[in-house]
């Protein structure tokens, strides 16, 4: 279902335009916060080579949902560190519903901050109109309902938790990234992101910042993480400083995909100490 520009985008429903007052309200009341900064940090936000290196496994070795019965629940949950190991192809795709000028400005969001996560990653990541294994879903409230199909298309064998889990969210999860691995690998072959089209346009780009780089590998979300988008919090809505070296410690070599916690753990602080020149 890869979306052709469209020539007319049709009317939006009730229910969904609410939804964008809603998420409209709830950014307003952020920003007057203080909350969903872009400044990756500063002098108000030090942190230590230790600080890092416990977030780091707080993060990239715990998963932030675990699944119940059909359901998929919010829990942390010891892992093991998983990442890509190969090229990432990206394909967005966006719902009938969804404005043609939203569409070219997430177009562009996504593209940049991918190549962002490429150059951090040193994983190739290229925009692509089919064979993707990395697809970032921007729905409206309409357009989800139908997509049932296309997520047992794009992920097949995904369990029924996890398309609930796309085609229902609760108003409260703003956006929600999924990746797969194949027959229990540590290595990641599939992911599938979704964007709320609702979302105002700061929200809807810290949603792509935070679920694309959590489609990284860095799963988890830790209240001690600051500066941090890994933190429900929402003190920080791009990714920051903190975020960028976690993302390359994550990819340094010396893990291997699948350690546990304990062996990560002093690898970890090494690295940590080496990225922050031993501020302890």
């Known amino acids: 279902m890869p979306d ?28 007057s916060q203080g909350l ?23 993060i990239a070795l715990f998963d932030e949902y675990v699944t119940t019965g ?23 795709e966006f719902g009938d519903t969804v404005p043609v000028a939203q569409r070219e400005r997430d177009r562009s969001s996504i593209a940049t901050f991918s190549s962002r996560l490429s150059r951090l990653t040193g994983v190739p990541i290229r925009q692509a109109d089919r064979g993707a294994n990395f697809h970032v879903l921007v729905l409206n409230e309409d357009d989800r309902p139908s997509y049932e199909a296309r997520l047992r298309q794009l992920v097949p064998g995904i369990a029924d938790s996890s398309v609930r889990a796309f085609l229902y969210p609760p108003r409260d999860t703003l ?16 992911a599938v992101a979704l964007i ?9 780009l810290t949603c792509i910042h935070e679920e694309l780089a959590q489609g990284m590998g860095l799963a988890n979300d830790s209240p001690q993480a ?3 988008i890994f933190n429900d919090d929402e003190e920080f809505g791009l990714l920051t400083s903190h975020d960028e070296l976690l993302l390359r ?17 002093p690898i970890a602080r090494e690295i940590a ?8």
């Open 196 to 204: 709320r089209g609702e979302h105002p346009d700061a929200l809807r």
């Open 226 to 228: 600051r500066p941090s």
């Open 4 to 31: 052709a520009l469209p020539q007319e985008v049709p009317e939006r429903s009730e229910t969904s335009k609410a939804l964008s007052v809603y998420y409209q309200r709830l950014q307003n009341d952020l920003l």
């Open 175 to 190: 956006c929600l990234v999924i990746a797969f691995s194949e027959a229990g690998a540590p290595t990641y072959s599939k």
């Open 273 to 280: 100490t080496e990225l922050l020149g031993g501020e302890s």
């Open 249 to 265: 410690m994550l990819y340094d070599p010396r893990f291997e995909a699948g350690m546990s916690a304990a062996e990560a753990a």
């Open 70 to 92: 059909d359901d998929l629940r919010a829990e942390a949950t010891l892992s093991r560190l998983r990442r890509w190991e190969q090229p990432i192809a990206m394909q967005i």
């Open 36 to 58: 969903m900064r872009g400044d990756g940090g500063g002098p108000d936000t030090p942190f230590t080579d230790v600080m890092l290196s416990r977030n780091f496994i707080r």
